[in-house]
Nanobody, 126 residues
C-alpha cells in the first residue's frame, strides 16, 4: 500500500487547512489510517486515526481535540484531516500512516504502523 499525503501549506494563526491521504489500494480487513506529525527538533507524535471499515471509529490526540477532525471517503481510498483554529505550535511535517488489524489502544503508537506517506509541511504563522 502506498500513501500520498497532500494539502499542507502556510496559514495564519487561527486559520484552517485540510490534509488528504490517498491510499493506492483498498485494504481489506480492519485497516487503520492515521496522522502523525513531527516538529523541528521534536519526536514524532500521534494526531488522529480512523478505521476504514465499519462505522469508522476514531481517536484524536488531546492536543488537537476539538480543533482537528479525521474523516474518510472509502470510495476514494482517502482519509482527511480537517484542521481548524490552527496555532503556531501545530507547525510540523504531517505524515499519514496505515496499518492492518490495529487495536484501538495502539492507534497512537507509530511503531505499529507499517505504511507511511512522504509527509506534508504545515506552517502556522503568528
Amino acid at each position: 500500500v502506498q500513501l500520498q499525503a497532500s494539502g499542507g501549506g502556510l496559514v495564519q494563526d487561527g486559520g484552517s487547512l485540510t490534509l488528504s491521504c490517498a491510499a493506492s489500494e483498498r485494504a481489506s480487513g480492519r485497516f487503520v489510517m492515521g496522522w502523525f506529525r513531527q516538529a523541528p527538533g521534536k519526536e514524532r507524535e500521534f494526531v488522529a486515526a480512523i478505521t476504514t471499515s465499519g462505522g469508522g471509529s476514531t481517536r484524536v490526540a488531546n492536543s488537537v481535540k476539538g480543533r482537528f477532525t479525521i474523516s474518510r471517503n472509502n470510495a476514494k481510498n482517502t482519509v482527511y484531516l480537517q484542521m481548524n483554529s490552527l496555532k503556531p505550535e501545530d507547525t510540523a511535517v504531517y505524515y499519514c500512516a496505515a496499518a492492518n488489524n490495529l487495536i484501538f489502544s495502539d492507534y497512537d503508537r507509530d511503531t505499529r504502523y507499517r505504511y507511511w506517506g512522504q509527509g506534508t509541511l504545515v506552517t502556522v504563522s503568528s
